[in-house]
């Protein structure tokens, strides 16, 4: 017993020895690499800082030369000695092999640029609401940069036509469908952006503008002209979706595994919310805010309390220079693009000294799954979004001393971890005073629960987008509009969909090795504090690292 416990010192001890100077080396030549050129997503977890007058390069030279930096990258990985690493050297080259084989996934397994006509509004449109939605103000170098992002646009669909040889119709058909309205969506933008910051813009805004509205119109045409000899098959497979589990969301387990996995978690999911509901079935409802300025105050009052609760309970350290998780009304020019990317701005590693802002509608009858049960209690949102969840590991994790640990690798452990919150905080009894926000948590459990089966069959083929849209709709249940685009993400994402479930019961089963194993010797806040700051590397390298448990790490490597 006194051998395990010193395992934990020993294994926290190891994130801050010496790092592998080769590892290092590598790892800070691939990612500022990968600054560049990481393609961007919808999520918001992965956001990259880029450098001023960034601009996306999808040239068919760039890509080609992407191909050739992954096999170079992946190569002088392999001719790193292995001999003087610490376990901890051992779990950064997991991670840095995880990161370059990402790079294999979306170029040549994926295919995002040849088969994805999607992926191409994520580097045009995407590529500006990422400036967007920054809540730090408004300035002339970021105005600068939202023009030369908005003059790109024409130039990356010109390339996308060129690139996608073998498009997938599900995708183009989604695409032609996202850009319906355009022109106003993008003239909205701009208005709004004008009548915000009028000392910002000349007349050069509405000329990107234009020209930029008048590219994605025209490569909407171009798609429904190409649509009728398009692929209909947009499974990734079985060889590749293991390929994925092993080599870049290091998860030790079959798709079978998996399956049952979601299927149990589904069914503990709504036994536990209908106990939930016959036990508050005397208890009233609370109702929605009466306006967007009550939900944004209470949301304040709440983080507050959160942070409290957590002090109270002694399972978490809240570092004092820890800001705030607030949200703020959607300004028009958000608003006007708001269904191509997330609206949170977790900040980043230069802007550590801001709060972290979710944007919001006002409270209505006709919110969406997420947002409705927000205008009811913020905190399930917060929890999970921001403070102890996404913002606030990312926040440490950017300051990890082992620089590998810095950045995001796939989302099964930040997923993970936010999904793992929300029931640890129901556990521990946030919820006393709002029952019916159990109901909620529970309600989110059968949706993370669904999305495994939803993600797998999906990927190997035994689901229609269509087919996936409707399961979700009538099985958590949610409403059409919020289910339908859950199944667009992750048709397109495959992997991404299991993450939030199996992360969750990988950490439930660290947290159940460490108690049997160490008994009252296992500090829960040593864990959760430790699982913050590492909370881009994968929970079967949490588990070696931090209990010294390998069965897993044998499965993977």
């Known amino acids: ?37 990481q393609p961007i997503g919808s999520d918001d977890i992965p956001r990259i ?37 610490t376990r901890a050297d051992s779990v950064d080259y997991l991670l840095l092999r995880s990161a370059i084989e990402r790079v294999n996934w979306e170029l040549n397994i994926l295919k995002l640029t040849s088969s994805h006509p999607e992926f191409y509004l994520n ?68 208005a709004g952006l004008k009548s915000s910051f009028p000392e910002l813009w000349g007349t050069d805004l509405g000329v990107s503008a234009s020209q930029a509205s008048a590219a994605l119109e025209d490569y909407s045409l171009w798609l429904k002209i190409q649509l009728p000899a398009m692929k209909e098959n947009f499974a990734v497979g079985r060889s590749n979706y293991n390929y994925f589990l092993k080599f870049i969301a290091l998860v030790p387990y079959t798709l079978e595994e998996l399956l049952l996995m979601g299927k149990q978690e589904q069914g503990r999911a709504v036994a536990f919310e209908t106990l939930e509901i016959a036990a508050n079935k005397n208890i009233p409802y609370s109702s929605k805010f009466n306006s967007i300025d009550h939900e944004i105050s209470q949301a304040q009052k709440d983080e507050l309390a959160i942070r409290d609760f957590l002090a109270e309970k002694n399972i978490l350290t809240i570092p004092k220079w820890a800001r705030h998780y607030t949200l703020k009304a959607m300004p028009d020019y958000i608003k006007a693009l708001s269904s191509f990317g997330e609206l949170d701005d977790f900040t980043s590693p230069s802007r550590l000294q801001e709060n972290s802002v979710r944007y919001i509608p006002d409270p209505s009858e006709k919110l969406g799954f997420f947002y409705g049960t927000a205008a009811h209690d913020p905190r399930p949102l917060i929890i999970h979004e921001g403070l102890p969840g996404h913002y606030f590991q990312l926040i440490q994790a950017w300051q990890n001393p082992r620089l590998i640990r810095r950045f995001y690798i796939d989302s099964n452990a930040n997923e993970g971890i936010g999904f793992y919150l929300e029931e640890m905080m129901l556990q521990l009894g946030l919820f006393v005073d709002k029952p019916h926000t159990r109901e909620i948590i529970y309600r989110f459990m059968r949706l993370r629960a669904l999305r495994v089966a939803v993600d797998i069959n999906l990927a190997v083929g035994n689901f229609t987008i269509k087919d996936a849209g409707i399961y979700l709709a009538a099985t958590v249940p949610m409403d059409p509009e919020s289910a339908a685009a859950e199944a667009v993400f992750f048709a397109a994402t495959p992997g991404q969909a299991i993450t939030y479930q199996i ?27 430790y699982m913050m700051l590492n909370g881009n590397v994968p929970i079967s390298l949490q588990r070696w690292e931090f209990l010294g448990e390998k069965d897993e790490i044998d499965r993977l490597w």
């Open 503 to 529: 992360g969750k019961i990988q950490i439930l089963k660290l947290i159940s090795d460490g108690e049997i194993k160490l008994g009252h010797k296992f500090d829960l806040k040593d864990y959760h504090d």
């Open 1 to 37: 017993m006194k051998k395990l416990f010193t395992l934990i010192i020993i294994s926290v001890t190891f994130i801050f020895s010496q790092e592998n100077s080769d590892l290092k080396e590598l790892a800070s030549q691939f990612f500022k690499w990968r600054k560049t050129t």
């Open 123 to 190: 580097q045009t449109i995407g590529c500006v609401f990422d400036l967007l939605v920054i809540s730090s103000p408004f300035t002339k170098v970021r105005a600068e940069n939202l023009i030369l992002r908005l003059n790109s646009i024409p130039r990356t669909l010109e390339f996308a036509k060129i690139n996608l040889t073998d498009p997938i119709k599900p995708f183009a058909q989604i695409t032609i469908n996202q850009l319906e309205g355009i022109n106003k969506k993008i003239e909205t933008m701009t």
């Open 49 to 85: 800082e880029r450098e001023n007058k960034w601009v996306p390069d999808y040239s068919p030279q760039a890509i080609r030369y992407s191909q050739i930096k992954y096999k170079q990258f992946k190569s002088s990985l392999e001719l790193i000695p292995h001999t003087t690493w």
